[in-house]
C-alpha cells in the first residue's frame, strides 16, 4: 500500500490544495479546523507512516505508545515543539520536524501589536469607545510610548531579533537580552547588551517574552521575576503561556506591581471563559494568533508537509529537530 499520511486538522487554503493532490501517499485527514479528537489520532497513528500535527495534539508518552511500527515522521506545524516528548518519539526511531524562520515577521508583528497595545492602553480605550464614552479627554487615558524606552528580550532567537529590530526605529533607548547565553552575532547589528534575567527585570519598560518553553523556562517568569520589573513596565508573551505564571501575573497586575500584560499565549489555552485575566483592565489576551497571517500559515503548512514527506522517504528534512546546527531551534 502507498504510505499513510495522517493530518490532525485542515490546512490553509494553498497548502490543503497541495496535500489533496499529492500522489505518492495516501492522505487521512481530520477535515475540521478544530484537530482530531484524542481517540481518533490514538487510533490513527496505529497504521500511519507520517504524521502532520498542531500544536493543540500532544505527542506525549501515551501518543508514542500508540505508534504503529510503520511511522518515520511527526511534522508539526508549528515552530515550538514543546508539544512533543522529543526524547520518548526519537527514542522509536521516529524523526521530528517544525517549521522555524518562516514564521518570524507574523509573530514579531504581534508581539509589536501586543506591545503597543499594552503601553496605549489599547484595550480601556476600546472598552470605554463601544460604551459611548470617551472623547478627547486631556488627563484620560494617558498610556506610555517607546522614546527613550529600554527593551527586554527574553531569548533572542529569531523572533526575539526581528522583534527588536522592529521596535528600535520606535526610538528605543536601549535593548537588552537575556537567555541561556550571549549571541554576539545576533546582539551587535540591533545594539543589544546580555544581561542575566534579574538585570533584565529591572531595567526594562518593555518585557518581551520570546523563548521557547523548556524546563529551564516554565514558570521563568512567577512571584520573584514580577515583583523586580518596574511598575511602569508592561509584560509581552507571544512564545509559551507556561513561562508565566497565572496566578502571579495576576497577583501583580491587581497589585500594580506591572503596569500590563498582553498575553498571545495562556496556560491552558484557551483560558476558562471566567478566567480573571480575561477581564482585567490592564491584562490583553489574544488567542494565540501570532503567526495567524494567510501567507505564513500556508508557508507554515508547506514547510510541514515537505518534512513529513522527506521523512516517510528517508530524505533530509528542511528543518529537524535535534539535528545538528540551529535550524530547528524553537524561537
Ligand atoms: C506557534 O506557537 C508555533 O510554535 O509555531
Ligand atoms: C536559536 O535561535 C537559539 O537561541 O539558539
Same mark, same amino acid.
Given at each position: 500500500?502507498?504510505?499513510?499520511?495522517?493530518?490532525?486538522?485542515?490546512?490553509?487554503?494553498?497548502?490543503?490544495?497541495?496535500?489533496?493532490?499529492?500522489?505518492?501517499?495516501?492522505?487521512?485527514?481530520?477535515?475540521?479546523?478544530?484537530?482530531?479528537?484524542?481517540?481518533?489520532?490514538?487510533?490513527?497513528?496505529?497504521?500511519?507512516?507520517?504524521?502532520?500535527?498542531?500544536?493543540?495534539?500532544?505527542?506525549?508518552?501515551? &501518543?508514542?505508545?500508540?505508534?504503529?511500527?510503520?511511522?518515520?515522521?511527526?511534522?508539526?506545524?508549528?515552530?515550538?515543539?514543546?508539544?512533543?516528548?522529543?526524547?520518548?518519539?526519537?527514542?522509536?526511531?521516529?524523526?521530528?520536524?517544525?517549521?522555524?524562520?518562516?514564521?518570524?515577521?507574523?509573530?514579531?508583528?504581534?508581539?509589536?501589536?501586543?506591545?503597543? +497595545?499594552?503601553?496605549?492602553?489599547?484595550?480601556?480605550?476600546?472598552?470605554?469607545?463601544?460604551?459611548?464614552?470617551?472623547?478627547?479627554?486631556?488627563?484620560?487615558?494617558?498610556?506610555?510610548?517607546?522614546?527613550?524606552?529600554?527593551?527586554?528580550?527574553?531569548?533572542?532567537?529569531?523572533?526575539?531579533?526581528?522583534?527588536?529590530?522592529?521596535?528600535?526605529?520606535?526610538?528605543?533607548?536601549?535593548?537588552?537580552?537575556?537567555?541561556?547565553?550571549?549571541?554576539?552575532?545576533? &546582539?551587535?547589528?540591533?545594539?543589544?547588551?546580555?544581561?542575566?534575567?534579574?538585570?533584565?527585570?529591572?531595567?526594562?519598560?518593555?518585557?518581551?517574552?520570546?523563548?521557547?518553553?523548556?524546563?529551564?523556562?516554565?514558570?521563568?517568569?512567577?512571584?520573584?521575576?514580577?515583583?523586580?520589573?518596574?511598575?511602569?513596565?508592561?509584560?509581552?508573551?507571544?512564545?509559551?503561556?507556561?513561562?508565566?505564571?497565572?496566578?502571579?501575573?495576576?497577583?501583580?497586575?491587581?497589585?500594580?506591581?506591572? &503596569?500590563?500584560?498582553?498575553?498571545?499565549?495562556?496556560?491552558?489555552?484557551?483560558?476558562?471563559?471566567?478566567?480573571?485575566?480575561?477581564?482585567?483592565?490592564?491584562?490583553?489576551?489574544?488567542?494565540?494568533?501570532?503567526?495567524?497571517?494567510?501567507?505564513?500559515?500556508?508557508? +507554515?503548512?508547506?514547510?510541514?508537509?515537505?518534512?513529513?514527506?522527506?521523512?516517510?522517504?528517508?530524505?533530509? +528534512?528542511?528543518?529537524?529537530?535535534?539535528?545538528?546546527?540551529?535550524?530547528?531551534? &524553537?524561537?
Amino acid at each position: 500500500r502507498p504510505p499513510v499520511l495522517v493530518v490532525t486538522c485542515q490546512l490553509p487554503a494553498l497548502a490543503q490544495q497541495r496535500l489533496e493532490a499529492l500522489t505518492d501517499v495516501e492522505v487521512r485527514q481530520h477535515g475540521s479546523l478544530q484537530s482530531m479528537p484524542r481517540a481518533a489520532l490514538l487510533g490513527a497513528l496505529a497504521d500511519a507512516d507520517g504524521l502532520i500535527c498542531v500544536l493543540s495534539d500532544r505527542i506525549d508518552a501515551e &501518543a508514542v505508545q500508540a505508534f504503529g511500527p510503520r511511522l518515520r515522521v511527526v511534522s508539526t506545524v508549528s515552530v515550538g515543539y514543546d508539544h512533543v516528548d522529543v526524547a520518548a518519539v526519537q527514542r522509536r526511531g521516529v524523526r521530528i520536524g517544525n517549521t522555524p524562520g518562516v514564521l518570524t515577521d507574523a509573530t514579531a508583528d504581534t508581539t509589536v501589536l501586543l506591545a503597543l +497595545m499594552a503601553a496605549r492602553r489599547a484595550k480601556q480605550a476600546l472598552a470605554l469607545a463601544e460604551g459611548g464614552g470617551g472623547g478627547f479627554v486631556l488627563a484620560g487615558e494617558l498610556g506610555s510610548q517607546f522614546t527613550g524606552k529600554a527593551l527586554g528580550i527574553i531569548g533572542l532567537g529569531r523572533i526575539g531579533c526581528a522583534t527588536a529590530a522592529r521596535l528600535l526605529p520606535f526610538g528605543i533607548a536601549r535593548v537588552v537580552y537575556a537567555g541561556s547565553r550571549a549571541h554576539a552575532e545576533r &546582539a551587535t547589528p540591533l545594539g543589544a547588551e546580555y544581561v542575566t534575567l534579574p538585570e533584565l527585570l529591572r531595567v526594562a519598560d518593555i518585557v518581551c517574552i520570546c523563548c521557547p518553553l523548556t524546563e529551564q523556562t516554565a514558570g521563568l517568569i512567577g512571584r520573584g521575576a514580577l515583583a523586580s520589573m518596574k511598575p511602569s513596565a508592561i509584560l509581552v508573551n507571544t512564545a509559551r503561556g507556561a513561562i508565566v505564571c497565572h496566578d502571579a501575573l495576576l497577583e501583580a497586575l491587581d497589585a500594580g506591581r506591572i &503596569a500590563h500584560a498582553a498575553l498571545d499565549v495562556t496556560d491552558p489555552e484557551p483560558l476558562p471563559v471566567e478566567h480573571p485575566l480575561l477581564r482585567h483592565p490592564r491584562c490583553t489576551v489574544l488567542p494565540h494568533i501570532g503567526s495567524a497571517t494567510e501567507e505564513t500559515r500556508s508557508a +507554515m503548512a508547506n514547510l510541514a508537509i515537505d518534512n513529513a514527506l522527506a521523512g516517510i522517504q528517508g530524505r533530509p +528534512m528542511v528543518a529537524e529537530v535535534g539535528e545538528p546546527g540551529p535550524k530547528a531551534s &524553537a524561537d
